[in-house]
């Protein structure tokens, strides 16, 4: 917290009663944001029910005081029920940005001097599962260190050629694909892996999120659709998340959150993008310009596939260990019950884009490094250094960024993050953010008040699902794991930095692209 939001918190707390007006909800130190962007001016954050046009000058709130501006924001229905009814809101377990969360303030205050904050926090509702923490284990004698060896990837990115590339490579399973992942409800996904691994080996690991608003079917439909046509052939397990039915224990705190594909034990399909409809919709804008329109509608994500097999033996290790430890805690299948509804959030399209980029492919001796979370220090060590190693651009694109509630030891690893990035900022690095509309104007002052620029150096841009970091137009991070604490700590995530101009300078075009005529500086009210 700076100095001036200190300042503006003894003013609020000093004159609360002025703030005494029809409609008003809270209260809080924040930053001055002007048409729909912040100006990075410190100020008064006043929410309302509704900002009205009209109001008798009685009922008016103060334009400044004691010269600091007061900025007032409708709230959403979410801040609505956060400020009004926290516990309601804690029980819906909106867990991140993308889900249905607002940021939460802990200076924030309502006009009886409540703090909403803590008991909207839907962790603290997380707390009353009554289920056993059980110890994360690796797989022993596979460490996650970096390999270096002759490799071929094949790059690519959603919406323009993500289904392409996945069809192509589960189409090439000659005898088993070992899969991780967090949500699977795209049919013509599930069609193309039951065509191609009927009498080969399938062993799945999944994840049982809120249903997806472009989802054909649930998880469990895809599970038991897959059953009935592999049989025996077929492996899967439940994962060990806190709130999953069939989970006797937990591991992961909110998701098993991964997307990763192990082929022949060869060749991993790595990415950001579930197999859903919004992270791998079914169309190909780069050989078909018919899917661009559509495609302003699905998600941006980066893809790779690695062959090289020492690699992907170390992925198959962890996710057949995944699997073993899940099925060792799965409770017998309940009836089946009416599917979790999805969050009530807007749709919403990018500009159009000025291009779609197709498929590259590189071959060459490449050093890349494996990610796996929840392996302590593994990610964070390694993106620390990564951020830390840019001396001329940074360029990162993430659904959010979400800075825990409360920072203590349990997440000042993602903290330190954050710390990196605004130590590059201050360096004279070209920083620049692209983040999707899930990160509003809160969840943006919070970052502005550590010291990030968000003003000069961050764009929203509709439809962002991806995880990934560019530096120095060098080396790539291609991953799963979003930023919050637990996506960069606790939750099962995996990633791959590659150490390769040529993959860099691939997404580093796309990410261009995307700054340039996908990206604004326009962000949704909280």
Not at 440 to 446: K, N, V
Request: without cysteine; aromatic residues 6%; hydrophobic residues 40%.
């Amino acid at each position: 917290m700076t100095e001036a939001q200190v300042h503006i918190g003894k003013i609020i707390a000093n004159r609360l009663g002025e703030f005494d007006k029809p409609g008003v909800l809270s209260v809080r130190p924040g930053f001055e944001v002007t048409g729909n962007w912040l100006t990075g001016r410190p100020a008064i954050v006043v929410t309302v029910r509704r900002k009205l046009r009209r109001m008798p000058a009685a009922d008016l709130l103060p334009e400044n005081i004691d010269g600091v501006p007061v900025d007032v924001r409708q709230a959403s229905p979410r801040k609505r029920m956060e400020v009004t009814e926290p516990l309601k809101y804690a029980a819906q377990l909106r867990l991140a940005p993308d889900t249905g969360s607002v940021p939460h303030f802990s200076d924030e205050t309502t006009l009886d001097a409540a703090h909403p904050a803590a008991a909207a926090s839907a962790h603290a509702q997380l707390a009353k599962v009554a289920k056993p923490e059980l110890p994360y284990s690796a797989p022993p004698g596979v460490p996650l260190t970096p390999i270096g060896a002759q490799a071929t990837l094949l790059l690519s990115a959603s919406p323009d050629t993500g289904w392409a590339v996945l069809k192509q490579f589960l189409a090439a399973t000659t005898a088993s694909l070992t899969v991780g992942m967090y949500d699977f409800t795209a049919a013509h996904v599930a069609k193309a892996v039951e065509a191609a691994l009927t009498d080969k080996r399938f062993d799945l690991v999944l994840d049982r999120p809120a249903l997806n608003p472009t989802a054909d079917q649930t998880d469990d439909d895809t599970v038991a659709a897959l059953k009935a046509a592999l049989g025996k052939n077929m492996s899967q397990a439940w994962a060990l998340t806190r709130m999953d039915k069939e989970a006797s224990a937990w591991i992961y705190p909110t998701s098993y959150h991964i997307k990763v594909a192990v082929q022949d034990s060869a060749r991993i399909w790595l990415s950001s993008g579930n197999w859903n409809n919004s992270n791998q919709p079914a169309i190909d804008p780069a050989s078909n310009a018919a899917d661009a329109t559509t495609a302003r509608h699905r998600d941006r994500d980066w893809h790779v596939v690695i062959s090289e097999p020492k690699l992907a033996k170390v992925f198959e290790a962890y996710l057949r260990n995944d699997l073993t430890v899940a099925a060792a805690h799965n409770e017998p299948p309940q009836a089946p019950g009416a599917p979790v509804p999805p969050p009530a959030l807007p749709s919403s399209s990018t500009p159009a884009f000025q291009q779609f980029f197709p498929t590259a492919t590189v071959t060459d001796k490449i050093t890349i490094t494996p990610l796996l979370t929840p392996d302590p220090g593994i990610y964070t060590n390694a993106i620390r250094a990564l951020i830390a190693s840019a001396t001329t651009s940074l360029y990162m694109q993430y659904q959010y960024i979400e800075l825990p509630k409360a920072v203590d030891a349990t997440s000042q690893a993602f903290i330190d993050l954050v710390h990196a990035v605004i130590d590059r900022q201050n360096t004279g690095v070209d920083v620049r953010i692209i983040m999707s509309e899930y990160e509003t104007a809160g969840y943006l002052e919070q970052l502005q008040g550590m010291g990030l620029n968000v003003v000069d150096n961050v764009k929203i841009q509709a439809n962002v699902h991806n995880k990934g970091i560019i530096v120095d137009g060098k080396t790539v991070l291609v991953s799963s794991q979003n930023w919050s604490t637990d996506g960069t700590l606790y939750n099962r995530d995996a990633g791959v930095i590659i150490d390769d101009r040529t993959s860099a300078q691939y997404f580093q075009q796309i990410f261009l692209h995307d700054w340039d005529h996908l990206a604004l500086k326009r962000a949704a009210s909280d």
